[in-house]
């Protein structure tokens, strides 16, 4: 069982940068991989960004070349570095983790989140 803890969200210009972070606690087993998903206003989940406890990434087409995923394992935590933000990277960003590849990803149903909004 892991804890997720996600932090970093607000209010940005089109353009503009936020680094959102997401602090882990649990089964260090249950972290293989980590990730990031979100969910914009009456749009399904949708996987942005995972990373593997060895450094191998996996982005979504929309965000490639603009959004970064690093994790610091000493400290258990996952940051997505997002730049170049555009109104449709609006959403609710929810981290995620797995204790093998890709598809083992998971978040939190209970969680809320950190909101993220893209405006001018």
């Known amino acids: 069982q892991v804890q997720l803890v996600e932090s970093g969200g607000g209010l940005v210009q089109p353009g503009g940068s936020l680094r959102l972070s997401c602090a882990a606690s649990?089964?260090?087993?249950?972290?293989?991989?980590m990730g990031w998903y979100r969910q914009a206003p009456g749009k399904q989940r949708e996987l942005v960004a995972g990373?593997?406890?060895?450094?191998?990434?996996n982005y979504a087409d929309s965000v490639k070349g603009r959004f970064t995923i690093s994790r610091d394992n000493a400290k258990n935590t996952v940051y997505l570095q997002m730049n170049s933000l555009k109104p449709e990277d609006t959403a609710v960003y929810y981290c995620?983790?797995?204790?093998?590849?890709?598809?083992?990803?998971?978040?939190?149903?209970g969680s809320q989140g950190t909101r993220v909004t893209v405006s001018s």
């Open positions: 995620a983790a797995g204790p093998g590849g890709w598809r083992t990803l998971k978040y939190d149903d």
């Open positions: 649990g089964s260090i087993f249950s972290m293989n991989v």
């Open positions: 990373i593997t406890y060895g450094g191998a990434t």
